[in-house]
C-alpha cells in the first residue's frame, strides 16, 4: 500500500458553527509535495467544502500563509516529508480573525500597512521625463531586503506582541516604512513618523525577534524596528537641543 | 441587490489594473473608482513575474530596435501602429515606476541597469533583480495607496458585465465574505484580470489566472482575438511549473539535452559560439526554443523524470556571486521545489505554459468594440505580441496600455456622463439576470460531474490537443470534447451552498470562464491552417501570408461553438519577412 499521511485541518464556517472544530483527511504522502498540494487534493478529491486562499505555488505572492503545527509557514513552501510519519495540524494565522476556515479576516493589516505612507515621498520632485533619480548600488543595498516582504502576515501571527495588542502596527508595515525612510529618493521620513513613532508604533515593539525567524523572504522587521527606534530618539533628541526645534 | 455608484469601475487589481487607477485618478481626482478584484492586489499574478520590463533607455538603442524586434518576434501579427506607440511610451513608463520607488537594480553610476532578453537585438530589460514584477506590482500597490479617489473592493469576484443600450455601465460582482452580490453602476469600465493560463494542465499561472475578465467581454458580445496563441516558456520546473526566467540565459545561462549539447545550434539558433550572443541559440525567442524541445524529445535526446521530461539549464558559469545577486529567486525555487543548487548543479527544466498571447480585442486606446469598455494587460489583445511575445515586453504592456485605458476611461465617463446610469436607484434588468443565473447554479441538484472533474478533463485536452504542435485531428478531437465538457457543465451542482467565502462557488465560476475562453482557443486553432509563432500545425508547416497575415476574432454564440472571423493586421513601415536568429540574425 502507498504511504499516506494524515492533516488535521482547522474547519469554521460562522454560518453554521458555533466553534471551530479539527476534521481529519488521509491524503497520499508524496516527496515533493507542500502542504498546500495536500489542501488541494483534500479539496479536488475529498472535501470541496473546505476554503483557504492560495495562488502562485511559489512563494511570492504571500496568500497562503498558515499555522502548520503551531509554526506559521507559507503552505506552498513546507513540505510534507519534514512532516513525516506525523500528524500535521493546519490552522489559520494566529492573531487575526476567522472568516471561514482556515481563511482570516485581514483588514487591520491593510489598514496599517496604508497607515504608514508607504509609497516614495520625493526629497526634490521631478518630471518622469527629467530621467530617473540616480541611485548606487550601494544605495539601493541599504534599503534593498526591506523591499522584499510579500504581505504574507506570517510576522504577525509570529509575534507576541501583535497577540497582545491588535492596535499595534506590526512588523511588516513598520518594516515597509523603514524602507521607504531609508531610500535616497525619498524624504518623507517626518510624514510618517507621526503612525511610525507613535505609541502602537515602534515603542510597543519589545525586540523578541519573531518576526525576523518566521520570515520566509529574510526581511529582518526587527532590525527595521530597532533601527528605526534609534533614528527617532536622535530626532527627538536634536528637536531637544535645538533652539526653536519643538514640534 | 446592493448597488454602489462609482464613476470608474476597474476589475482587476494587478500591474495593468493598478496603473489604469493611478492614471484615473491623476488625471481627474474628482472622479470616483471602485477597483475590484477577486484577491488583494498584492497577490496578482504580475507578483510572479521574473526577468524584466523591456523600455529603450540606453544610448546604443533605438526605438527602431525595440519595433523591429517585437514585430519579428511576433511573426508580423503584431499591430504595427499599436507596437509604435508601445516602444515610444514604454521608457516613460518604466521611468515613472522609478519615480514611485520601483527598485530596479543599478548600473555602478547610479542609471538603471538593463539585461539581455531572448529576441532582442540590445540589452534593454530593465530589472529589479530575478523579481521584477513583484516590485512592479508592489510599488504600483503602494503608489496607489496614496489617491483618495481609489475605493478598493477587494475579495470581490465580477461575474457579469452591465450592458444596457449598446453600453457597458457597470459590473456585478459577489463580495466573497458575505456571498452577497452587488451591482456597481459606472460611467466606464476597465478589465484588467490577466491571462488564462489556467485552462492547461502545465503552467507558470497562479490558481487566479483563470480568464474570468475574458470571459465576461466575451459573453457581452466583444470578440476575443488571436486566441490560438499560447506561449510556452521554454524553462518550467517538472512538476510545479514554477518558471525560471530567460533573465538566467540573458545573463549566459545555457541548455543543453541529456548529452551535454547545445542542442538549440540544430533548429536555426546557432553557431553556439561565441556566447552570450543576442538573438542566437538560448537568447532565442521563446516559441522556437519550446519547439526545439518537443523536437529533442520526439529524437529521444531529452531526460526522462517522473514529471515529464526535461533538459537542463546550466547556470554554473556565473559563479555564486553573480547568482545571488542577480539570479536570487532562482537559486532559491530550484533549492527548494527540485533540490538543486544551481551554484553546483544543473537545473531540470521543460516548456510550460505562460503567457496568453490574445485576448480581448482592444484598439490602440485600449478600447473595446463596446462603449464603455476598456481593457489592459494579458487579459486584453492590444496587438503588440502578434503569434510570440517576447519576453519582458509584458511587464512594459501593463503599464503603458494599464494608463491608457484608465485615461481613456476617464475621459470617456466625462464625455458621457450625463447620459449614465438611467436609474440609479436599482441595480437593473442585467444585474438581476445575473443573480438569476447565480441563484439556479446554487439550486441545481444531483451528483455527477464536480468543479474537479470537469476542469481536469478540460487540462487534458488543451494539452494533448492544442499544445506547442496541434494537427486537424487532435484540435478537432478537443472542439468535441470541450463541447461536451460545456454541456456538463451547464448541469454541474456545487458542493458547497453557503455563503461565506465558497471557494467551490468561485472555482464553479472560474471554470465557467476556461471552459468559454478554452473554445475560444481550440476553435481559433482549428481554423488557422497555417504556423506562425506560438501556434504550429504539422500538416501546414509554413507561415501563409496570403491566407492568415490577419487576426482570428472569435465571437460568442451561446452554447454553440464560436464563430471565427478575420481582421486586417495593421502594418505601417516594417513588410512581412522571413524570423531570422542565430548567425544570421540582424
Known amino acids: 500500500m502507498s504511504e499516506i499521511i494524515m492533516l488535521e485541518v482547522l474547519r469554521y464556517h460562522p454560518e453554521t458553527d458555533s466553534a471551530p472544530y479539527f476534521q481529519r483527511y488521509t491524503v497520499p504522502y508524496q516527496d515533493d509535495w507542500v502542504v498546500l498540494d495536500a489542501l488541494n487534493h483534500i479539496k479536488d478529491h475529498l472535501d470541496a467544502t473546505l476554503s483557504y486562499r492560495w495562488s502562485c505555488h511559489m512563494a511570492v505572492c504571500g496568500s497562503c500563509g498558515m499555522m502548520i503545527n503551531g509554526e506559521p509557514k507559507l503552505s506552498c513552501h513546507t513540505f510534507l516529508r519534514d512532516y513525516r510519519g506525523a500528524v500535521i495540524r493546519v490552522e489559520p494565522l494566529d492573531h487575526f480573525p476567522i472568516e471561514r476556515d482556515l481563511v482570516i479576516v485581514m483588514d487591520s493589516f491593510m489598514d496599517k500597512l496604508s497607515s504608514v505612507k508607504p509609497w516614495l515621498i520625493p526629497k526634490q520632485d521631478k518630471p518622469p521625463s527629467a530621467g530617473e533619480y540616480l541611485q548606487s548600488p550601494a544605495e539601493l543595498g541599504v534599503f534593498h531586503q526591506y523591499t522584499q516582504c510579500i504581505n504574507c502576515l506570517l510576522c504577525y501571527a509570529a509575534c507576541p506582541q501583535c497577540g497582545l495588542n491588535e492596535d499595534f502596527v506590526g512588523p511588516a508595515a513598520l518594516a515597509l516604512a523603514h524602507r521607504y525612510n531609508l531610500d535616497s529618493r525619498d524624504g518623507g521620513k517626518d510624514a510618517r513618523a507621526e503612525v511610525v513613532a507613535s505609541n502602537e508604533g515602534i515603542w510597543e515593539c519589545t525586540f523578541v525577534g519573531a518576526c525576523s525567524e518566521v520570515c520566509p523572504k529574510h526581511v529582518d522587521p526587527a532590525a527595521a524596528i530597532q533601527q528605526t527606534k534609534i533614528s527617532a530618539s536622535v530626532d527627538w533628541l536634536k528637536d531637544l537641543l535645538t533652539p526653536g526645534g519643538h514640534r | ?586
Not at chain 2, 516590485?135 to 504600483?140: N, Q, R
Not at chain 2, 459577489?174 to 488564462?196: H, L, P, Q, Y
Request: some cysteine; charged content about 20%.
Open chain 2, 1 to 586: 441587490m446592493d448597488v454602489i455608484e462609482t464613476d470608474i469601475a476597474i476589475v482587476g487589481a494587478g500591474g495593468a489594473g493598478l496603473r489604469a487607477a493611478i492614471a484615473v485618478a491623476e488625471s481627474d481626482p474628482s472622479l470616483s473608482i471602485a477597483l475590484i478584484s477577486k484577491v488583494y492586489p498584492m497577490r496578482s499574478h504580475t507578483v510572479a513575474a521574473e526577468g524584466g520590463a523591456a523600455g529603450v533607455i540606453k544610448g546604443n538603442d533605438s526605438l527602431d530596435n525595440h519595433f523591429n524586434d517585437t514585430v519579428s518576434g511576433g511573426d508580423w501579427l503584431c499591430d504595427q501602429d499599436a507596437v509604435e506607440l508601445f516602444v515610444n511610451t514604454a521608457p516613460v513608463e518604466l521611468l515613472q515606476l522609478e519615480h514611485w520607488g520601483c527598485p530596479w537594480s543599478r548600473e555602478a553610476n547610479g542609471t538603471v541597469a538593463v539585461r539581455p532578453f531572448g529576441g532582442m537585438k540590445i540589452e534593454r530589460t530593465w530589472y529589479a533583480a530575478d523579481k521584477t514584477g513583484f516590485h512592479i506590482l508592489h510599488t504600483l500597490f503602494q503608489t496607489s495607496l496614496k489617491y483618495p479617489s481609489i475605493r478598493r473592493f477587494d475579495e470581490y469576484y465580477s461575474t457579469d458585465l452591465i450592458v444596457e443600450d449598446g453600453r457597458c455601465t457597470g459590473v456585478v460582482a459577489i463580495e466573497m465574505r458575505s456571498g452577497r452580490m452587488v451591482a456597481f453602476r459606472a460611467k466606464a469600465v476597465v478589465i484588467a484580470t490577466g491571462g488564462a493560463g489556467r485552462i492547461f494542465p502545465f503552467t507558470t499561472n497562479g490558481a487566479i489566472k483563470t480568464g474570468d475578465g475574458m470571459a465576461m467581454a466575451y459573453r457581452a458580445g466583444v470578440p476575443l482575438k488571436d486566441m490560438e496563441f499560447m506561449q510556452y516558456h521554454p524553462t518550467g520546473l517538472p512538476g510545479t511549473g514554477i518558471l525560471i526566467t530567460e533573465g538566467s540565459r540573458g545573463e549566459g545561462g545555457i541548455l543543453v539535452n541529456k548529452d551535454g549539447y547545445r542542442y538549440l545550434q540544430d533548429y536555426n539558433l546557432g553557431p553556439p559560439d561565441p556566447w552570450p550572443r543576442k538573438k542566437a541559440m538560448e537568447l532565442g525567442p521563446r516559441d522556437r526554443l519550446s519547439q526545439a524541445f518537443w523536437h529533442e524529445q520526439q529524437k529521444g535526446r531529452t531526460i526522462k523524470t517522473p514529471h515529464g521530461d526535461v533538459v537542463h539549464l546550466d547556470i554554473r558559469q556565473l559563479g555564486e556571486k553573480m547568482i545571488n545577486e542577480r539570479l536570487p529567486m532562482v537559486r532559491e525555487l530550484a533549492l527548494a521545489y527540485v533540490g538543486v543548487d544551481p551554484v553546483h548543479a544543473m537545473i531540470p527544466v521543460r516548456p510550460v505554459v505562460h503567457y496568453t498571447m490574445g485576448g480581448i480585442h482592444t484598439d490602440i486606446d485600449a478600447a473595446t468594440p463596446l462603449p464603455g469598455l476598456f481593457a489592459a494587460g494579458e487579459c486584453a489583445c492590444v496587438s503588440i505580441n502578434g503569434a510570440n511575445r517576447l519576453g519582458s515586453n509584458s511587464l512594459a504592456e501593463i503599464v503603458v496600455f494599464g494608463a491608457r485605458a484608465g485615461r481613456g476611461a476617464a475621459a470617456f465617463a466625462k464625455a458621457n456622463s450625463s447620459k449614465a446610469n438611467p436609474k440609479p436607484a436599482s441595480a437593473g434588468a442585467a444585474a438581476e439576470a445575473a443573480q438569476a443565473r447565480l441563484r439556479e447554479l446554487f439550486e441545481r441538484e444531483g451528483g455527477g460531474d464536480s468543479v474537479s472533474s470537469l476542469r481536469k478533463a478540460m487540462n487534458d485536452t488543451m494539452e494533448s490537443g492544442a499544445g506547442i504542435y496541434r494537427t486537424e485531428q487532435t484540435l478537432q478531437e478537443t472542439c468535441g470534447i470541450l463541447a461536451d465538457l460545456r454541456a456538463r457543465y451547464r448541469k454541474m451542482p456545487l458542493q458547497d451552498r453557503s455563503n461565506v467565502f465558497n471557494t467551490d462557488l468561485i472555482q464553479a465560476l472560474e471554470l465557467g470562464c476556461m471552459l468559454d475562453v478554452a473554445s475560444a482557443m481550440a476553435q481559433s486553432a482549428l481554423q488557422r491552417k497555417e504556423s506562425r509563432g506560438s501556434h504550429q500545425r504539422l500538416e501546414y508547416p509554413d507561415r501563409d501570408d496570403a491566407n492568415y497575415l490577419k487576426h482570428s476574432m472569435a465571437n460568442y454564440r451561446g452554447d454553440a461553438a464560436p464563430s471565427i472571423s478575420y481582421r486586417d493586421v495593421v502594418i505601417t513601415r516594417s513588410q512581412p519577412a522571413e524570423r531570422v536568429y542565430g548567425g544570421a540574425a540582424t
